[in-house]
């Protein structure tokens, strides 16, 4: 199946500042890429989908100005948590969807301190 | 309006035993509906999936059963053994569109 890469995996950082995090499809071109938010025992939730070239769109109650998407190539999606605060702590997802299949990344750990 | 309901929440399964997780869509446009299966720290990972021109399909102790009319399709895992020990989470999808809409999770625990 395709893969998809997830950079980094584990992230600390301090309140207020921001944590940029990469998601590359390595082996297939992605037109779209999703991010998602997982809590602890939680499902996957939308944050974005990512559009090469074009806006983001933002799942409902998701703020734009805090979390950056950038997906200036066909093979790489950023997410930029600005400003970013304990509560901002979590598990991100990245997927890339080839045909019917949905393929994730490795998901990232941030912890705000 | 959640769009995909699973149940249970969690499961404990003896090394052997079937393990069965079940899910229900809202959707009728649906056409897509895969499993995952996802290890602590980990992003989840396609285990099998179908489309509702059948009712089952089986790779290797991996089923699905698929009932189109009740809108439910199933996991069924066959000689449960310990490294199937992970959250599982069913989903469902139209071919040609992006979302996916995801269950809940089940996490499963077999024990030895």
């Known amino acids: 199946g395709a893969v998809v890469s997830q950079h980094p995996s584990r992230v600390i950082c301090k309140s207020g500042t921001s944590v940029k995090i990469e998601c590359r499809s390595l082996?297939?071109?992605?037109?779209?890429m999703f991010w998602y938010r997982q809590f602890p025992k939680k499902s996957l939730m939308l944050m974005a989908t990512s559009n090469e070239g074009s806006k983001a769109t933002y799942e409902q109650g998701v703020e734009k100005d805090k979390f950056l998407i950038n997906h200036a190539s066909l093979t790489l999606s950023t997410l930029t948590v600005t400003s970013a605060h304990p509560e901002d702590s979590s598990f991100y997802i990245c997927s890339a969807r080839v045909s019917a299949e949905a393929f994730f990344g490795q998901g990232t750990r941030l912890t705000v301190v | 309006q959640q769009q995909v309901k699973q149940s249970p929440q969690s499961l404990i399964v003896q090394k052997g035993g079937i393990s069965i997780i079940n899910c229900a869509y809202e959707?009728?446009?649906?056409?897509?509906f895969p499993w995952y299966q996802q290890f602590p720290g980990k992003g989840p990972a396609l285990l099998i999936a179908?489309?509702?021109?059948?009712s089952e399909k089986k790779e290797g102790r991996f089923t699905i059963s698929f009932n189109k009319s009740a809108k439910q399709f199933s996991l069924h895992i066959m000689d449960s053994q310990p490294g199937d020990s992970a959250t599982y989470f069913c989903a469902a999808t139209q071919y040609n569109f992006n979302k996916f809409y995801f269950g809940s999770g089940t996490k499963l625990n077999v024990k030895p």
């Open positions: 959707n009728t446009a649906f056409d897509y």
């Open positions: 082996d297939f071109q992605a037109t779209t």
């Open positions: 179908i489309r509702p021109d059948v």
